[in-house]
């Protein structure tokens, strides 16, 4: 179907949806037919053409793309975005990072720490844009504990890693929306393996069973992008944590690291 083949009513309603498609989620079928100023029989004829049973399905298929992180679906009409957008951006940047360290205890963070420096190897996982993240706690943590990898690296499957667990390896894995069915497939494999796990995601995540740890970031936006300033407050903590636990080992290691640095003139 194209759009130059609709009546012009509907054409008229096709414009209104695809330039926000995201809102369709925030409305009745009545309020939408008044916002693009065609009749509700126009908004039914509409629905019922994209292949949907009702304006409800419609609408509850909206609101499952946004729940999934579609940035399509997330963008928001000027009608509801901050007359502001920096200051909204902050805003929401410091209730993010607020409610998502505030979820936390000292407990809790000391007790990941530890899992860390202590394992055997630790293997950190990340997936589409959770690998940026995946990389740059494991680039922190190796300064000071020896055995780390980010997966999957270019032109790899995880098989070969996965395989090679121990119960003495810890697992950690970023799962920010949106997520690949493989995300599910690690933390699943590492929780039948017997390993220690933590899993970084989003508030809108389900918590995994079996897994040792879960903590949830509160990544709310203004616009169709999440925000990701708590989980990258969180990876502060959790490595500054991680370096304090590693004591004299990892001041040795820091050490060895800067005399190497020095001998090749890299810095």
Known sequence: MQLDELPATERRLADFVLEFPG????????????LAEVSKATVSRFVRRLGYDSFEAARRHARNEKERGSPLFLSASPRSSASNALEAHVNLGVQNLTATLGRLSDELVDEIARSIVDARQVLIFGFRSSQAFANYFRWQIQQVVER??????????????????????????????????????????AVSAGIRTLYIADQHAPAPRGVTWTIHCDTAAPGPLDNH??????CNVLITRVFERAGNRGKKRLSAIETAHDALDEL
């Open 23 to 34: 809102d369709l989620a925030s409305y009745t079928g009545a309020e939408l037919a008044v």
């Open 148 to 189: 780390t990898a980010t997966l999957p690296a270019a032109g790899e499957t995880v098989g070969e890693h996965l395989a090679s667990l121990e119960p003495r390896d810890m697992v950690i894995v970023f799962g920010l929306r949106r997520r690949v069915p493989q995300t599910q497939a690690v933390l699943d494999y």
């Open 229 to 234: 300033v708590a989980v990258m407050g969180l």
